[in-house]
Nanobody, 116 residues
Framework: QVRLMESGGASVQAGGSLRLSCVAS????????MGWYRQATGKQRELVAT???????NYADSIKGRFTISRDNAENTVYLQMNSLKPEDTGVYYC??????????WGQGTQVTVSS
């Protein structure tokens, strides 16, 4: 069974930084597209960033230049480095894994709260 476990969420002040981690178990991630999504209270879940198995990345316009997604296939882990955090970055951040056959798995989420 595939499981994704996020960690690293916290409460920080605006301008601060956090690094989220997501560890996968049950299968390797090297052939998969990994992603980070977030959901603010009362809003729909939205894409933050994705990283392809070849390392190509895609970012939401709202976080370009501030967030960086990376992966360590040997550790079965994907990261999200978040700098210059803003209050509007507040939400639950979810890790996703999409296999080559388009099965998608989700973690339980980690809370990020940014205060002004």
């Amino acid at each position: 069974q595939v499981r994704l476990m996020e960690s690293g969420g916290a409460s920080v002040q605006a301008g601060g930084s956090l690094r989220l981690s997501c560890v996968a178990s049950g299968r390797g991630i090297s052939d998969s597209t990994m992603g980070w999504y977030r959901q603010a209270t009362g809003k729909q879940r939205e894409l933050v960033a994705t990283i392809l198995r070849g390392g190509g990345t895609n970012y939401a316009d709202s976080i370009k230049g501030r967030f960086t997604i990376s992966r360590d296939n040997a550790e079965n882990t994907v990261y999200l480095q978040m700098n210059s955090l803003k209050p509007e970055d507040t939400g639950v951040y979810y890790c996703s894994l999409r296999t080559p056959l388009y099965s998608t798995y989700w973690g339980q989420g980690t809370q990020v709260t940014v205060s002004s």
